[in-house]
Nanobody, 129 residues
Framework: QVQVVESGGGLVQTGGSLRLSCAASGRAFSRYAMGWFRQAPGKEREFVGAISWSGVSTGYADSVKGRFTISRDAAKNTVYLQMNSLKPEDTAVYYC??????????????????????WGRGTQVTVSS
């Protein structure tokens, strides 16, 4: 079983920045492809961004492209979501998700919820106007 724990959420003003962290347990972290999703009140959970297990590939939702950046630190078994130029519509609970990828999938990241095997409990991000 893989434990996934998010941290770093909070309250920030419009235009501000936050960095979310996602720590995943397990010896196979080096082959964990990871993603971020978010869910606003009354809305469905949606894809935010993802990174391949090797870190060479990343992908983002159009709504956050150019403002959010995903990176990973293999030594710390941690993936980060740097969020800049935050807007009120970014307010949501942010979830980290993990899937164990095959070695040959070094450049593959995943955008669909069903593709992930493990999920964290989420961290709240609130952007005030």
């Amino acid at each position: 079983q893989v434990q996934v724990v998010e941290s770093g959420g909070g309250l920030v003003q419009t235009g501000g920045s936050l960095r979310l962290s996602c720590a995943a347990s397990g010896r196979a972290f080096s082959r964990y492809a990871m993603g971020w999703f978010r869910q606003a009140p009354g809305k469905e959970r949606e894809f935010v961004g993802a990174i391949s297990w090797s870190g060479v590939s990343t992908g983002y939702a159009d709504s956050v492209k150019g403002r959010f950046t995903i990176s990973r630190d293999a030594a710390k078994n941690t993936v980060y979501l740097q969020m800049n130029s935050l807007k009120p519509e970014d307010t949501a609970v942010y979830y980290c998700a993990v899937v164990l990828a095959d070695t040959f999938q070094a450049g593959t990241y995943y955008t669909k919820m069903a593709e992930y095997q493990y999920w964290g409990r989420g961290t709240q991000v609130t952007v005030s106007s």
